[in-house]
């Protein structure tokens, strides 16, 4: 089954305290990014990966780093999460760099940083 | 740059009743437009695009959006709407002049959450 995965679903923690979601797909895709979503302001990208080693930033990364060392893999790590980090992430990719193609998302990360 | 508003936060309909949820875009070319759904507690599902042709497109779940050009409209439809179809729904553009950039990023809507009562 093609998927998106997403770890942990749910996290709680506090200021400062280093922490990484990981995102992993089986579907061989390229492309991979981050989102957050905030009530009021929909999906916005964090950061973004056209293929292995190869990454960029999106509208929103300060705060947020990312590394994409294999294909399926594409961790967010935040080094020092503070309180305005507290939202929902999504992890999504599609096939490649193509226009046309259907982003697929995970299940989100709901993130609390206290 | 490219944007997508969606002008409501919520639309009610009753179970039976049609139902539709608006989008409107603004990019520099031709778009490519798409509608996805969130359940509660779950990742945003694909329910239909518009890349080029025929302006009205099925999608997943009985819906249909409409592409319309001058209007820069691409609006979300339903006949008869489900209490199951109640979620929130984003609209997302991505501007396909932007392919020498390198990569096309998808712009999403803040979200329309709709409510079906039975």
């Known amino acids: 089954e093609a998927q998106v995965t997403q770890n942990p679903r749910y996290l709680i923690t506090v200021t400062g305290k280093k922490l990484t979601v990981t995102c992993s797909q089986n579907m061989n895709h390229e492309y991979m990014s981050w989102y957050r979503q905030d009530p009021g302001l929909g999906l916005r990208q964090i950061y973004y990966s056209m293929n292995v080693e190869v990454t960029d930033k999106g509208d929103v990364p300060e705060g947020y780093k990312v590394s994409r060392k294999e294909k399926r893999n594409f961790p967010l790590i935040l080094e020092s999460p503070s309180p305005n980090q507290t939202s929902l992430y999504f992890c999504?990719?599609?096939?490649?760099?193509?226009?046309?193609?259907?982003?697929?998302f995970g299940p989100g990360t709901r993130l609390t940083v206290l | 740059a490219q944007s997508v508003a969606q002008p409501e936060d919520q639309v009610n309909v009753a179970e039976g009743n049609p139902l539709t949820v608006k989008c409107t875009y603004s990019v520099s070319g031709n778009p490519y437009l798409f509608w996805y759904v969130q359940y509660p507690n779950r990742g945003l599902q694909f329910l239909l695009k518009?890349?080029?042709?025929?302006?009205l497109v099925k999608g997943s779940y009985g819906f249909e959006a409409e592409f319309n050009k001058s209007q820069t409209s691409f609006h979300l439809k339903k006949p008869s709407a489900l209490v199951s179809d109640s979620a929130l729904y984003f609209c997302a553009v991505r501007d396909p002049s932007r392919r020498n950039t390198g990569f096309q990023k998808l712009v999403f809507g803040t979200g329309t959450r709709l409510l079906v009562s039975p």
């Open positions: 999504a990719t599609r096939t490649s760099l193509g226009g046309t193609d259907t982003q697929y």
């Open positions: 518009y890349i080029t042709g025929d302006n």
